[in-house]
């Protein structure tokens, strides 16, 4: 017996031996997700400083059309359709303000506090081909700003994106590019910001050339406000009230007012520019509330 108990308190100081000394683990810092999702119980985020955010999506009216009858003098007549949605898309514990709003990688809006980039590219050194560029060198080209990822010398900014990326968010129009549907670009350079509404080459965002897309006339490019309605924005303090168009939809009895919840709802966002599908949903916040320090 009495060597049963000396087993038995071996067993146990060694039990108590690796709990006091287990090898400490360290895990990566949390990080916001970028990518939007819609799932029930999710954590709300909590945030400080300015940061760039994947929404999630906490209420939508589905996806809905308007069917249009278009006849040419002579010729059948053809149907079209505009698809479009309603959305509520929440960042993270309030307070906060919103600088800018991007459906997948397109612009879809900016604070007009904001018309210039974050990083002007006058604010920077111009690229010399003779220079030896290392990782975090920051140089402006051609109205843009990039960031050097490796070592190089003589890699033109743009030709590769291994060597160069792009950091400044509105690049100037350039006649040289073959633009697609949902580019954004300022024209003139670093002046309002313009959105494609078809492909084009050489055609000037303030030309008025048109063509038709979806059995519509429109012009090649739009004012980014006029291309996309602008949301209605909910900060996150405690005295916010129920959004209007999610009121429509569920009545003012099921429409919360989210307090303390930062989000922002689109009312019949077009979906043409994205496949007409919801695009994913990120955005640039500044965080106003302030860090407790102990």
Not at 79 to 95: D, L, Q, R, W
Not at 190 to 207: D, E, F, N
Not at 275 to 294: D, H, Q, T, Y
Request: hydrophobic share 35%; proline share 9%.
């Amino acid at each position: 017996m009495a060597q049963i108990a000396i087993i038995a308190a071996i067993e146990v100081g060694t039990m108590i031996y690796r709990l006091l000394n287990r090898p400490k683990t360290h895990t990566a810092a949390p990080v916001i997700d970028m990518v939007s999702t819609s799932a029930n119980g999710s954590p709300i985020p909590i945030g400080y400083g300015t940061v760039r955010v994947g929404a999630q999506i906490i209420w939508s009216s589905g996806i809905d059309f308007k069917k249009r009858n278009q006849s040419s003098k002579g010729g059948p007549t053809q149907t079209y359709y505009n698809y479009f949605v309603s959305f509520a898309a929440a960042i993270g514990e309030g307070p906060m303000c919103f600088k800018r709003i991007w459906g997948d990688s397109k612009l879809i809006y900016v604070d007009p506090g904001l018309s210039k980039s974050e990083y002007p590219a006058e604010d920077f050194p111009a690229w010399d081909t003779t220079v030896l560029y290392n990782p975090g060198n920051i140089v402006s080209y051609l109205g843009q700003v990039y960031e050097a990822l490796i070592v190089s010398t003589g890699v033109t900014p743009g030709t590769s994106g291994t060597t160069w990326q792009l950091i400044s968010d509105y690049p100037p129009w350039d006649p040289g590019v073959n633009y697609s549907t949902g580019d954004v670009v300022t024209y003139p350079t670093g002046g309002p910001l313009y959105v494609a509404q078809a492909p084009s080459l050489a055609i000037k965002p303030t030309s008025g050339a048109t063509t038709t897309v979806n059995g519509k006339t429109v012009n090649y490019w739009i004012p980014l406000n006029k291309a996309y309605p602008a949301p209605t924005f909910y900060p996150g303090d405690e005295l916010q009230l129920p959004d209007p168009t999610i009121q429509s939809f569920e009545t003012a009895d099921f429409t919360p007012a989210y307090r303390g919840l930062g989000y922002f709802v689109y009312d019949k966002f077009p979906l043409l520019n994205f496949g007409n599908r919801l695009p994913n949903i990120r955005a640039e916040v500044s965080f106003m509330k302030a860090r407790n320090v102990l």
